[in-house]
Structures are given as C-alpha cells and as structure tokens.
C-alpha cells in the first residue's frame, strides 16, 4: 500500500506560479512512477505529467507542456508540479498518482488539493 497527500493549492492570479506537492508513504519502494492529473468541474480527468522512478525521465500532456514541471525529492518521498503561467482554464482538483512495479496503471491517489486562477 501507498498512501499519498497533496498539498500547495489554493488561489492564484492568472500568469502567476504554484507548486503543488506530493508525498508519498508506505510501500514506496515498489514505486515504479508518479503522475499528476487534473479534474475540472464537468470535465474528464486530464492527464498532466508522469515521472518514471527509474532513470527520471518525464512526459506532459501539451496542453502544459511548457509551464509545468514534474520533479521529486528522493530523501522526502515526495513530488512537485511547479506550475508557472498559470490561466483561468488551469482551475482544477489537481491528484498526484502513483504506479507500482509491475502495473502498467495508477493505482493509488492522493485526495486532491483545488487550484483556483483568477483572472
């Protein structure tokens, strides 16, 4: 079991930054990536960066590419998502996501933490 918390929304004006943390507890070491996703209010959730554990290689979904960055803290178990450039369609519940070795999906979620830009 993994458990993970989310932390650092709240409200933001257009064009600014947020970094949003992640961090991870329990079985950490099975860990085989970690992913950020958003959910806009009647919208889908919407995948937005993934790291692998292994090597640190990182993807974006293109509608962040650019303005967000995916990185950790191996000594505190957790992950960022530095978002910069922010915009009113940014307004979200952002969820972090961890992947286990031998998954090929995300099977633990942190609660999620709202991010609110204004414009």
């Known amino acids: 079991q993994v458990q993970l918390a989310e932390s650092g929304g709240g409200l933001v004006q257009a064009g600014g930054s947020q970094r949003l943390s992640c961090a991870a507890s329990?079985?950490?070491?099975?860990?085989?990536?970690m992913g950020w996703f958003r959910q806009a209010p009647g919208k889908a959730r919407e995948f937005l960066a993934a790291?692998?554990?292994?090597?640190?290689?990182?993807y974006y979904a293109d509608s962040v590419k650019g303005r967000f960055t995916i990185s950790r803290d191996n000594a505190k178990n957790t992950v960022y998502l530095q978002m910069d450039s922010l915009k009113p369609e940014d307004t979200a519940v952002y969820y972090c996501?961890?992947?286990?070795?031998?998954?090929?999906?995300?099977?633990?979620w942190g609660q999620g933490t709202q991010v609110t830009v204004s414009s």
């Open positions: 790291l692998v554990w292994s090597g640190g290689s990182t």
């Open positions: 329990g079985r950490t070491s099975s860990t085989a990536g």
């Open positions: 996501a961890c992947r286990t070795l031998g998954s090929h999906e995300y099977g633990y």
